[in-house]
């Protein structure tokens, strides 16, 4: 058994979407949703899922003891950042090692790295009047939007798209294919288990 911690610093629908798919995935459970924004609105909808919630300080996640936590009093064994804008620290990646995924409202590379998230991704595609936008699930390392894609996902960018319909249609994959890659992932039996 898979059990997650959702990292979200904002309103939660990517969270939510997690939530709602893996409750019918056995070999997956959501310990609990962590958000480094107290005012962030994804604390809402973990208290109407009936899901744990954690507030934490940015400041906590490179201390070796916020990482002991997150495995002895959650039993977390992966992490799924879902909207988390903070890059993740060496200490929480060298105890969840090829266990932190993240999706990104765009292609990677191209469209990522620090400052991309958002509509900022959808503003720059459509200055640069691309054809083709999309998402992109990935594995994390220490820097911004990089590490291994598990998967990619393309639409067609509409000669009228502003930055609002792009990130409607966007949403929307994103809403469909996380959750799905992310049981699909973590329920691999070539999955290495945790130390």
């Known amino acids: 058994m898979e059990t997650i911690a959702i990292f979200a610093s904002g309103n939660g629908t990517n969270a939510e979407a997690l ?3 893996l409750t019918s995935v056995q ?3 959501v ?3 962590a958000t480094d924004n107290p005012q962030a609105g ?3 909808r973990a208290e109407r899922l009936g899901v744990p919630h954690l507030v934490f300080r940015r400041k906590e996640m490179g201390e070796v003891a916020f990482a002991q936590r997150l495995r002895e009093d959650y039993q977390v064994t992966a992490i799924v950042l879902a909207g988390f804008l903070g890059l993740v620290p060496e200490c929480l990646l060298a105890t969840f090692p090829r266990r932190i995924l993240n999706i990104h409202p765009g292609l990677l590379p191209e469209y990522g790295g620090r400052g991309m998230y958002g ?4 503003e720059r595609v459509l200055e640069e009047r691309c054809s083709v936008s999309g998402i992109t699930i990935h594995l994390i390392d220490g820097e911004y939007d990089r590490g291994s894609t598990l998967c990619e996902v393309r639409l067609a960018v509409h000669s009228d798209d502003t930055v609002d319909t792009l990130a409607e249609r966007i949403h929307r994959l994103e809403h469909t294919y996380y959750p799905i890659v992310v049981a699909d992932y973590l329920t691999r039996p070539d999955l290495p288990p945790l130390d």
């Open 119 to 122: 509509d900022r991704v959808h």
């Open 42 to 44: 994804v604390l809402q």
């Open 19 to 21: 939530v709602n798919y």
């Open 27 to 29: 070999e997956v459970s």
């Open 31 to 33: 310990a609990l949703i």
